[in-house]
């Protein structure tokens, strides 16, 4: 299922991305921010259990920021699995 979170306190505004019924992570991107950064990142977790990339990129800082845009896929991979098992 495709998914789209408007980040907060970052470069990036949007993070859009897809999760299967495995869980499994695949087409993220985000808008704006770090733009070769931001690429590296969504090829590094493609393909990986949401799990495993919450653990990996949570409570990453930017500089005196408390987030980061890795921070902001985290967080709205949270949201996004709180919501799914919430609803069964």
């Avoid at 499994?24 to 977790?45: D, E, P, T």
Wanted: hydrophobic residues 35%; positive net charge.
């Amino acid at each position: 299922m495709k998914y789209r979170y408007q980040t907060v306190g970052t470069c990036s505004q949007q993070i859009d991305f897809e999760i299967d019924d495995n869980n499994v992570l695949s087409n993220v991107q985000f808008y704006g921010g770090c733009n070769g950064n931001l690429k590296g990142i969504g090829r590094l977790v493609e393909g990986m259990p949401v799990a495993d990339v919450i653990s990996r990129l949570e409570g990453i800082q930017c500089g005196m920021k408390s987030t980061s845009c890795p921070d902001q896929l985290a967080t709205a991979l949270k949201k996004v699995m709180a919501k799914r098992n919430a609803n069964g």
